[in-house]
Structure formats: C-alpha cells, structure tokens
C-alpha cells in the first residue's frame, strides 16, 4: 500500500472509530462499502502530479470560467480515476431533490441538468452517512434510476460536497466496464477534488450573490436615472409653461425667499430673476408693508389655503389680481395678473349706470310732472293731451340724442313740445 492511500485509509477508519452516528445500515443496501479498507487497495502509485496539475487547471477555471468550474471538475475526475462518467450533484433550494449539475461521459445526454427526488438518489445516502460510499448494485439498490442510467454502472463511487460545514452534495464517478472496480487512490482523488469543489461551489454562489446584488444595484441606478430624467422632463416642461404665461409668476419658500421668477415677473418689476432669486420678498420690495398684497400673501403662508385677492400693488401703483396657493414646500406659488384696464372699464361701467340711472329718474320725474299738470273736460281729452305731452318728451330726447346731446335748434324743440297744446280745443 501506498503511503498516501495508507493515509486516507488511515482517516476513514478512525472516523470509524471514533463512532460516527452516520454508520451505515447495511440491511438497506446491496453490495455497498463504505469504509476505505473496504476499497481494493491503489493498483498504481498516487499520481500527484497530476493532481497538482488538475487542481491548476481548476484554480484557472475558477478564475476565468467560475459557471464552469463543476464541469471541469467531472471531466477531470473522468481522467484521474479512469471513470466511464462523472458529476456533480447538489441539493435544490427546497432540499426535495438533487439536481445533476455536472455530468461528463456517457450519463451526460440523461442525466445533465435533471432532478432525482432525494430519497430515491444514492446521493441522499452519502450525504446522510457523510462518508465515502461505494455502489455495486445500483440499479437493485436505487430502482428509480434503472431507467435513467445508460449505458449501465457497475460501479458508483460517491464523495460528500461540503459548503458551510455540511454536505450539500456529491462528486461522483462510475465505471461502464464490469473489469474496472474502483481502489482507495480513486477514493483520495475523490476526496480531493470535492474538496475543491467545495471551495468552488461557494465561490460560485458569492459570485452569484455579488452578481445579484450587482444587477440590483444597477436596477435602481437605472430607475433612479430614469426617473431623474423624468423629472428633469417634467420640470422642463413645467418651467415651459410658467414661462409662456401671459401672467407675472413667482414662488417663494417657506422664508419667504424667491425660489422662482418667470419671464413676465421679470418685465412687471423691471428686475431679472438673477437679481431676486434667494433672496426675502420684503427686502426687494419694502413698500409692500402693510398693503393688501402683503396681508393676502402672509394669511396664506399662515393658514395653508388658496386665496384669491385683488388689491392696488405698491410696486406696479396700479391694479392686481393675485391668485396664491400654498406648495407642498411650505411656501407659496402666486399668479400676479395687471387688471387696471379692466378696473378703469369697472369705473367707466359704473359711471355709466349711475348717468341712467339719474337720467332715468329725470325722465320719471318729467312724466309724473305731465300727468299731474295735465287738464282735460273728459277722461279721452286727458289722454290724448298726456300721450301727446309724453310724445314731445320723446322727440326732444330724440333730438338731443341726434346731436349727441351737443344741443338741438331751439324752434324745433319747441315745436315739437308745443305741438300736444296748441290743438284746436286749446286742452293744456
């Protein structure tokens, strides 16, 4: 025996010995042997260098290839132990199944990429006894891999995959040919590359994690960009149309600071935006103290609601409507429109109504007169001489209003109003 076979077998029987709960029931199992003095002893002499050189090889896979390091992995187990196929199974996420990772050889074109439930996998078997275990009856002993396997295992040899502290796998080889029986020197190459299976399978889920966290940081990168962008479109666009209002507008914090001042505010107060943005609305504009644009603007910034006001700018002298809402800010947006023509059209429309209405009155009072001097014999004479007095009225206004009530020919006027008096029976 070799002195590295001797060493091997030297850890599986003290791990014997040592009482290893995980003993194996061999009323379970056919033509089963797990203990490594149960191996045929090495028929050759341990090959380290080529060990060396495919764990070299898998360092570089590692490092090039992570996602394929397993694959590697069971080509290599299928040279160094002169297997007919190789792999490597792990446990699902759920723990109910093996998924067949890895496979090289014959086996791969069934079993690459498929599931076995864990009770029907000799997988589930070394795990539990987490010891090399050797198969010699696999179709008897695992039924439900009779028709998977093809062409047929006389041979299986498996050896737990650790990740953490506990198995979570298998690398496996097995032979094709009834003549070759695995030995003690493929249990230790066995063993060897599991264990850098090991440290590969981790390596691959950090970089899966890594990878993960990497796509989801780039995710939110990505939505924050966009919506950045949005933003920035929104914002374009809302400043677009601020800008295009034929009203002046403004917005102030909650300091009562200019955070924005469009075009036409601009041209309003004869100062650009420059000049007033950050900066207190009553330092710039001190003759707003105590006007009706200064009370309006703080008892909306105090009671948060909408108002809308007119009252006479100190800053313009003239007219304004102010519309003023609070922002979720804590400040205020105001829409500041110039309504002097509109106030002088008010004045001259109230004027007006006030002529009418006194003109209206004058014309009552002329009337009332007429009906009171009116004298007549018969109640048909009366109205005929008040209809005819109320007719005058009527053509002398008519007359006035000829002229634009610029004046009117004195002997027409008179005419017309005499006209109603000077009938043939003398009624006045």
């Known amino acids: 025996m070799t002195p590295g076979a001797e060493a091997f077998l030297v850890e599986r029987a003290s791990s014997e010995l040592d009482g290893n709960q995980n003993a194996p029931n061999r009323a379970t199992l056919h033509g089963t042997r797990e203990q490594a003095e149960d191996l045929d002893p090495p028929a050759r002499e341990p090959d380290h260098r080529a060990e060396s050189r495919a764990l070299g090889i898998l360092a570089h896979e590692m490092v090039a290839r992570p996602d394929g390091v397993l694959q590697r992995l069971s080509e290599l187990v299928v040279e160094l132990c002169r297997a007919g196929s190789a792999g490597v199974s792990i446990l699902e996420p759920d723990g109910a199944s093996f998924r067949w990772q890895a496979v090289a050889g014959p086996l791969a074109a069934r079993l690459a990429g498929a599931t076995i439930a864990r ?230 429309q109230a004027l007006l109504a006030r002529e009418v209405d006194h003109r209206a009155k004058n014309a009552l009072a002329v009337v009332q007169a007429a009906v009171r001097l009116t004298r007549a014999e018969d109640v048909k004479g009366y109205v005929r001489a008040l209809e005819g007095r109320i007719a005058a009225l009527a053509r002398a206004q008519t007359l006035l209003a000829q002229d634009r009530w610029a004046g009117a020919d004195l002997r027409a006027l008179v005419r017309g109003e005499l006209k109603p008096f000077l009938g043939g029976n003398r009624q006045r």
Request: net charge negative.
């Open 119 to 348: 009770e029907a996998s000799p997988c589930d078997v070394a795990i539990g006894r987490d010891s090399v275990l050797l198969l010699t009856d696999l179709r008897r002993d695992f039924p439900a891999l009779a028709g998977r396997i093809e062409p047929p295992v006389f041979e299986a040899l498996l050896v737990p995959l650790h990740a953490n502290g506990r198995a979570i796998g298998t690398v496996w080889a097995a032979t094709h040919d009834p003549d070759r029986h695995f030995d003690a020197e493929d249990a230790r190459l066995l063993a060897s590359l599991a264990r850098f299976a090991s440290a590969a399978r981790q390596m691959a889920v950090a970089l899966d994690q890594a990878e993960a966290a990497r796509a989801e940081l780039e995710r939110q990168v990505r939505e924050r960009t966009q919506a950045e962008a949005r933003l920035q479109a929104a914002h374009q666009h809302n400043t677009e149309i601020l800008e295009s209002l034929a009203d002046a507008f403004y917005a102030l914090d909650r300091d009562w600071r200019f955070t924005y001042v469009n075009h036409k505010a601009e041209e309003r107060w004869g100062l650009s935006r420059g000049s007033l943005l950050g900066r207190v609305i009553w330092e710039v504009f001190p003759q707003m103290a105590g006007g009706g644009p200064e009370q309006a603007l703080r008892r909306a910034m105090s009671d948060r609601r909408p108002l809308h006001v007119e009252a006479v700018s100190r800053i313009l002298g003239h007219w304004v409507e102010m519309d003023i809402h609070p922002t979720a800010a804590g400040g205020l947006s105001v829409y500041l429109r110039d309504i002097q023509e509109r106030k002088r059209a008010e004045e001259r």
